[in-house]
Structure formats: structure tokens, C-alpha cells
């Protein structure tokens, strides 16, 4: 039997509904990058966890509140970075939406200090 890696055990604490009770996870300075050509107005870099509180509530907006990730798979990579694979759907001007999803979260002395929100699918109906 292979020991969960701790990156992997520090993000299954994560719930991102809950940023408020997660503020031991992330260092002060932490970095979400999000990337998806489709949503220019949300695209950009959010700094530190209100930073990180003003994304999701951003896209909480455009999807009407209908915004769900389904995890996949989690996987450590070396000692500092964790790739995460989500399923997510959302509604977008009444358009139900389902793409895949990779999250690469580097964490650095049991933080979470960088994240980069990749969405490089093209939308698909669900």
C-alpha cells in the first residue's frame, strides 16, 4: 500500500465553497492564474485569497450560480506541484456547459502558493 503524497492530502482539505475556512492552506501571497479564452472578462491573475474569493464569485456571475467541478483524478508531481483533472459544468446565457479542466497547484512549505487554471477545451453541451 503507496502513502497518499501530503500535496495531495493538503488539497483534499480544499473546499473551495468555503475559502474562509481554508486560510491555513494558502500562503498570504498566493497566485491564481486563469486562463480561457471563452470568458475574457474573468481571464487574468488573482492575487491572495480575496483575490482568489473575487474569481470565484466572478464566475458564480456569469454562470448564474450554476458553476460544479467534478473531480477526476489528483496526481503529485515532484515536491512542489499537484495536477488536478476536474469535469466542469455551468449555464452561460442559458447554454449548459461541460469541459474538461486541468489545475496545476504548486505548494510550497504546506501552502498553497500558485495555481494555474488551465481551459484549453472547447466547450461542449452537456
Not at 485569497?49 to 454562470?63: M, Q, S
Request: aromatic share 8%.
Amino acid at each position: 500500500m503507496t502513502e497518499e503524497h501530503a500535496n495531495v492530502s493538503l488539497l483534499k482539505q480544499l473546499d473551495l465553497r468555503n475559502l474562509a475556512a481554508a486560510t491555513d492552506l494558502f500562503a498570504e501571497d498566493v497566485v491564481w492564474h486563469y486562463f480561457n479564452p471563452n470568458l475574457p472578462d474573468v481571464h487574468g491573475d488573482y492575487v491572495g485569497l480575496a483575490g482568489i474569493g473575487n474569481f470565484f464569485e466572478a464566475v458564480g456571475k456569469k454562470t448564474g450560480g450554476a458553476f460544479r467541478l467534478e473531480p477526476i483524478s489528483v496526481t503529485a508531481v515532484g515536491e512542489e506541484l499537484v495536477v488536478a483533472h476536474t469535469r466542469n459544468t455551468m449555464t452561460i446565457q442559458d447554454r449548459p456547459i461541460a469541459l474538461d479542466v486541468v489545475t496545476v497547484w504548486r505548494i510550497v512549505d504546506g501552502r498553497i502558493a500558485e495555481v494555474w487554471d488551465i481551459i484549453p477545451t472547447t466547450y461542449s453541451n452537456t
